[in-house]
């Protein structure tokens, strides 16, 4: 499995922006997809976005696309979710996992990993 550590989260006001970190650990990634994932209270945990750690892919959730980006730094085992235009309902814990590429991992049940969460607040 790989180690994975959150932070960056906050309170921000709709319309700004945050930008999520996940350092990893434990692995080698380039055959793994990392992924961001979203839970708020009562409600299932949702996909984000995920990138191939191989060849930098990747995938986003409709209603994220065009405000949140995903990126990773190779030198540094860190993923990243640059979030702009928040909106309250962006509100949510904020999990970052790791799965394996092959699958192009859209769900849950997809990632072995997971890390610990950070809160995002959106006030509006």
């Known amino acids: 499995q790989v180690q994975l550590v959150e932070s960056g989260g906050g309170l921000v006001q709709a319309g700004g922006s945050l930008r999520l970190s996940c350092a990893a650990s434990?692995?080698?990634?380039?055959?793994?997809?990392l992924g961001w994932f979203r839970q708020a209270p009562g409600k299932e945990r949702e996909f984000v976005a995920r990138i191939s750690w191989r060849d930098g892919s990747t995938y986003y959730l409709d209603s994220v696309k065009g405000r949140f980006t995903i990126s990773r730094d190779n030198t540094k085992n860190t993923v990243y979710l640059q979030m702009n235009s928040l909106k309250p309902e962006d509100t949510a814990g904020y999990y970052c996992?790791?799965?394996?590429?092959?699958?192009?991992?859209?769900?849950?049940?997809?990632?072995?990993?997971w890390g610990q969460g950070t809160q995002v607040t959106v006030s509006s």
């Open positions: 996992a790791a799965g394996p590429d092959y699958r192009r991992p859209r769900y849950q049940y997809e990632y072995d990993s």
């Open positions: 434990g692995r080698a990634l380039n055959t793994y997809a």
